[in-house]
């Protein structure tokens, strides 16, 4: 990127060790190289920050996000294995200069003593930082009281009470063919009252607004001269405006750990299961998975969701300009919610707070933004010998580490699951509410059917659009220098055509291909042929195989392709979302797919995966990074209305050979006492549960599978 100044500091760096160093009550030798940041720490960034900019003659800063900056793998693993120093505990944080001439700044700050130094102070050119959630309030306010604004709303729409009126700030950046300025498109809605679904409401216009200069750019409104009657019909879901009773059919479901969870924590570290890992957590990312391991034996350096497109699928004017980019444009860790307990997660939940830095340097702290809890997913593995009858059956749990984050009219919850067999699955849940707009003229005319979308009352369009999810995962697969010299293999099926080696047409195969460089690492899922990816580490051998140790990527959900043409700004600048794989060699600058920040004066500078894999790199024996798309075309159902019920996108990862056996054989035989028998209860007293039953004819109360008198379902020998 660009640099027109930089000022490095001439402040240098504090000699000595950090541990021991007292910083608010809590020493710096108490925290993990890769733990969030701090509130004591945004404070004494953000004080250091206006100092340093006060030297240079800048009056007010704005503080858009900052974040503990991630030191390099080799330097937190060193620190960690005990062979090298503690990495520099520092800030990164992105500021903007609101005065004339408009500037923004990274400023990286030393957190090492009681009070921050600037060490580097770099302007950044002709980008814009994302849309925080003081921007968004902010830029509501002043749009809302804009006196072009205000008239228009008045002339073409009779609105004079900007309370019954609500405008969504999106993004819209070089989108809109003009990078100057902070130019966010408004998507205009009214509310019937304070609480209503004012999506219900869409009115036809949609503002480019600047809302640093308070101006306003462009106005499109769709029917022009013809003017638009504002849906008046409501569609509500808040608990005061449904208009329907509550069911009354459903009995009490609890979910109860008398003894408590089984996971242990200490800081950010969390051990369960023989899985150890440390909960990290940014304004850009949310939640992140760090140094995961099994058994003692490294999986994962790190894994985060990297970025999300939501592109849209109305090509009409001025929609060309509506694609989401959920994470470089909003920062998914802002928009994380505070979760409530018996209500987002059920169980025995343990909560990690965020705590995110305000535009005015201050604190702002998410409680309860991250959610960990166990749960029972059904069996996890199962043999009924028909001889006799005995059976062994287990009981499979998974841990779950998840946030919810509210992008404007969406909600996306994103969960990350550790099962005892060793698999790791992401899903991803989409909720909230969808995206409306009016009719052109065209659909008015044509009875008021959308031709880009699903009417959901007269007037109320919500068009076709797509959503993306890209996962970025560092393995590591048994390399405790955080997966050095892996290989990325791409193994699938293949039919063997008739010949000698296949005379009965029965065969098939499986093949192999190692990810050589980074241009043919660039993949599309093809579950016709069973395709997976593994990553493997040729330097440690299965004793049983005698091959890799291997951990393998099973796409789930089908994922569809982005839609949008080649040459669209949705698949240039989103070119991330067009390949459901992407590999690349581990670089530290290399974490955002879509680039560091939301606008660029030049899109092909937007330094994403797009550019940095035009370098080929090899990746053959690298320090392979896999990133990994979940896609979902939504077409919306009028069921998705007015509130959507949860759509599910899901991945696994699963050792492959990676242990000798099933490694959940140590599960114990143990049966659940809480269970009960639906018949015995309905006869009611004693024997309707398991622990009343104690040992009882029909259920023993202690071991699971015991063995049963008499084989119940026999089977003819002819057919073992
Ligand atoms: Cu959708």
């Known amino acids: 990127m660009t640099t027109q100044l930089q000022h490095q500091s001439d402040v240098a760096r504090r000699a000595g060790t950090l541990a021991g160093k007292a910083q608010a009550g809590v020493t710096l030798g108490d925290l993990h190289p890769l733990d969030p940041i701090r509130a004591e720490e945004i404070l004494a960034a953000a004080q250091a920050c206006r100092e340093y900019g006060a030297q240079l003659g800048i009056p007010k800063l704005r503080f858009n996000s900052m974040a503990a900056q991630e030191p390099e793998k080799g330097a937190v693993l060193a620190y960690l294995r005990g062979d090298g120093p503690r990495p520099a505990r520092r800030a990164l944080a992105v500021l903007e200069v609101t005065a004339e001439p408009y500037a923004v700044i990274e400023a990286v700050v030393d957190l090492e003593g009681a009070q921050g130094e600037v060490l580097s102070w770099k302007e950044m050119v002709g980008v814009q930082p994302c849309l925080t959630i003081d921007d968004v309030v902010e830029s509501e306010e002043r749009l809302k009281a804009n006196p072009e604004f205000l008239a228009l709303m008045a002339s073409r729409y009779g609105i004079t009470d900007m309370q019954l009126l609500a405008v969504d700030p999106w993004y819209s950046g070089f989108r809109y063919g003009s990078p100057e300025g902070r130019i966010l498109q408004f998507l205009l809605y009214m509310r019937s009252s304070p609480d209503d679904n004012h999506y219900a409401h869409p009115l036809d216009t949609i503002i480019f607004y600047d809302y640093h200069a308070d101006r306003i750019h462009k106005v499109y409104s769709q029917n022009g001269e013809a003017g638009w009657d504002v849906p008046a019909q409501d569609a509500n879901f808040h608990r005061t405006l449904v208009d329907r009773p509550w069911r009354t059919t459903q009995k009490p479901l609890n979910i109860v750990q008398p003894e408590g969870p089984s996971f242990a924590v200490r800081g950010n570290l969390v051990s369960w299961e023989g899985w150890d890992f440390h909960v990290g957590f940014s304004w850009r990312e949310g939640l992140i998975l760090n140094n995961l391991s099994l058994a003692g034996r490294p999986v994962l350096y790190r894994a985060a969701l990297a970025e999300i497109i939501v592109p849209y699928g109305e090509p009409r004017e001025p929609f060309q300009y509506k694609a989401a980019y959920d994470i470089v444009d909003y920062g998914l860790g802002f928009c994380a919610n505070p979760l409530e307990l018996g209500c987002d997660c059920l169980g025995h939940i343990k909560y990690f707070d965020a705590v995110l830095n305000n535009s005015r340097g201050g604190v702002t702290v998410i409680k309860k933004a991250v959610c960990m809890h166990e749960e029972d997913v059904g069996m996890a593995w199962k043999h009924y010998e028909y001889r006799n009858g005995h059976v062994e059956v287990r009981r499979h749990r998974r841990l779950v580490i998840s946030f919810i984050a509210t992008i404007a009219n969406y909600e996306y919850g994103f969960y990350w699951y550790l099962y005892q067999d060793g698999t790791i699955g992401f899903e991803g849940k989409l909720t909230g509410i969808v995206s409306t707009h009016a009719l052109f003229p065209a659909e008015v005319a044509n009875g008021g059917q959308p031709q880009w979308g699903t009417r959901l009352a007269p007037g109320v369009n919500a068009h076709i659009h797509q959503h993306f999810f890209m996962v970025r995962l560092d393995p590591a697969v048994d390399c405790p220098e955080g997966g050095k010299n892996l290989q990325v293999v791409e193994v699938e099926a293949e039919p063997m055509p008739l010949g000698p080696a296949n005379p009965h047409g029965v065969g098939f195969d499986i093949v192999e291909r190692v990810l050589g460089r980074e241009a043919e690492a660039q993949r599309m899922c093809a579950p016709e042929r069973s395709r997976v990816w593994k990553v493997q580490n040729p330097n440690s051998i299965n004793p049983v195989t005698g091959k890799p140790v291997a951990w393998k ?27 459901h794989l992407w590999v690349t060699p581990y670089h530290p600058k290399e974490m955002n797919p879509a680039g560091d920040y939301p606008l660029h004066p030049d899109p092909e500078q937007n330094q994403g995966i797009g550019q940095w894999t035009r370098a080929n790199r090899n990746l053959d024996g690298a320090d ?31 050792p492959w050979n990676f242990f000798t056996q099933n490694p959940t054989l140590d599960l114990p035989p143990t049966r659940n006492i809480a269970s009960r028998n639906y018949d015995d209860a309905q006869r009611g007293g004693a024997g309707t549960s398991v622990a009343a039953a104690a040992a009882s004819a029909s259920e023993g109360a202690g071991a699971c599978c015991a063995q049963a008198p008499t084989p119940n379902t026999p089977q003819p020998a002819s057919k073992l």
């Open 624 to 654: 392979c990074v896999l990133w990994f798309n979940l896609g979902i075309t939504h077409v919306v159902r009028l069921e998705d209305w007015p509130v959507m019920p949860v759509e599910r996108l899901e991945f696994h990862l699963k």
């Open 553 to 579: 990527l099973m796409p789930g959900s089908p994922c569809p392709p982005m839609l949008a043409h080649p040459t669209s700004s949705h698949a240039t600048r989103g070119v991330f979302a067009t390949k």
